[in-house]
């Protein structure tokens, strides 16, 4: 089974910045594209910004210019600089992957999510 693990989120002031870092670790497993997502409380997860394996970036209107998502493929790890953090940039993310893997001759394909961290921008 796939597994995440997040870190780097925190507490920080109005236009500081952070990087969340995710790592997927499990053998047998090819990692696909990988994403972080936001969950606001009382809303459902919603994209920030995800990457292909091939380094292909995807990310909504609103960090377009302040964060960059990026990977290391040897490392199965997916990280997202974000900069100019605003108070409306605080919610939980969340780290996703899609994986692949082969058994008994068919190659099955599943999503795995990580835990959450929380990113606070507060002055």
């Known amino acids: 089974q796939v597994q995440l693990v997040e870190s780097g989120g925190g507490l920080v002031q109005p236009g500081g910045s952070l990087r969340l870092s995710c790592a997927a670790s499990?053998?047998?497993?090819?990692?696909?594209?990988m994403g972080w997502y936001v969950q606001a409380p009382g809303n459902q997860r919603e994209l920030v910004a995800d990457i292909t394996s091939g380094g292909s970036a995807n990310y909504r209107d609103s960090v377009k210019g302040r964060f960059t998502i990026s990977r290391d493929n040897a490392k199965n790890t997916v990280y997202l600089q974000m900069n100019s953090l605003q108070p409306e940039d605080t919610a939980v993310y969340y780290c996703?992957?899609?994986?692949?893997?082969?058994?008994?001759?068919?190659?099955?394909?599943?999503?795995?999510w990580g835990q959450g961290t929380q990113v606070t921008v507060s002055s």
């Open positions: 499990g053998s047998r497993f090819s990692i696909d594209a």
């Open positions: 996703k992957t899609d994986y692949g893997y082969r058994y008994s001759g068919t190659y099955y394909r599943g999503v795995m």
